[in-house]
């Protein structure tokens, strides 16, 4: 379970509730070819509050686990690793839906930083709003964010809501705002036949993607 952060407390006792944030592991890939630059060290987080109807990681849904770990935990598991990285490649968090879990991202992406680890983050964005306070959590977490991979799922609202049970709205949102940011970003999507693969979406979808890169221009 991950600990709250009280600001209440004095700011020493605050600090040393930081350093034992645990994320909600799923799992650890060693070897990540196609995950952002380079080769990756991949760290599956668990929670998701997407129902996607191809999903491939249906076990990462729940967010209940054991397997719960600090960020030098992981950190130190990943370094073991870093002689195959070379100078592009680092670490990627994805899930689930690694943003479920931004006090632990934000935790483990300042820490990878510290030790000079690129950070990428694989999320679909589902979490995103401007609101507080994940708001003030996510600009704190682009801090230390190298690159961003941002899954659309679906461009058009109605047919993500069948698809996903949300609204892409949000996200959409989240792609304007990396966008205006100038965080680095790649856009995801995935070909699924009879879901995903209709040529008015597809132009949709190409033609957003066109917008984000001549906003980062």
């Known amino acids: 379970m991950l600990t709250t952060l009280t600001p209440q407390l004095p700011a020493r006792q605050r600090m040393e509730i930081i350093t034992m944030i645990k994320g909600r592991i799923h799992s650890l890939e060693s070897f990540g070819a196609v995950d952002g630059p380079g080769i990756r060290y991949l760290i599956f987080l668990k929670g998701c509050?997407?129902?996607?109807?191809?999903?491939?990681?249906?076990?990462?849904?729940?967010?209940?686990?054991?397997?719960?770990?600090?960020?030098?935990?992981?950190?130190?598991?990943?370094?073991?690793f870093r002689s195959y990285w070379g100078k592009e490649?680092?670490?990627?968090?994805?899930?689930?839906?690694?943003?479920?879990?931004?006090?632990?991202?934000?935790?483990?992406?300042?820490k990878a930083h510290e030790r000079g680890i690129n950070t990428n983050l694989d999320t679909s964005g589902q979490p995103f709003t401007r609101e507080e306070p994940f708001f003030s959590k996510f600009n704190e977490l682009l801090k230390y964010t190298d690159l961003v991979m941002l899954d659309i799922k679906h461009i058009d609202d109605e047919e993500h809501k069948k698809l996903t049970g949300h609204t892409n709205k949000n996200i959409l949102d989240c792609a304007r705002y990396l966008?205006?940011?100038?965080?680095?970003?790649?856009?995801?999507?995935?070909?699924v036949p009879g879901i995903t693969d209709n040529d008015e979406y597809l132009k949709k979808t190409r033609e957003s993607k066109e917008e984000k890169e001549n906003d980062q221009c």
């Open 179 to 191: 966008s205006e940011q100038g965080i680095p970003m790649w856009i995801r999507h995935v070909l």
């Open 89 to 110: 490649g680092g670490i990627t968090v994805s899930g689930g839906e690694a943003l479920l879990q931004i006090d632990f991202l934000i935790d483990l992406f300042r």
């Open 49 to 80: 509050n997407m129902r996607c109807q191809y999903c491939h990681n249906v076990d990462t849904w729940n967010p209940d686990t054991d397997n719960l770990m600090t960020a030098d935990e992981l950190l130190d598991k990943a370094e073991r």
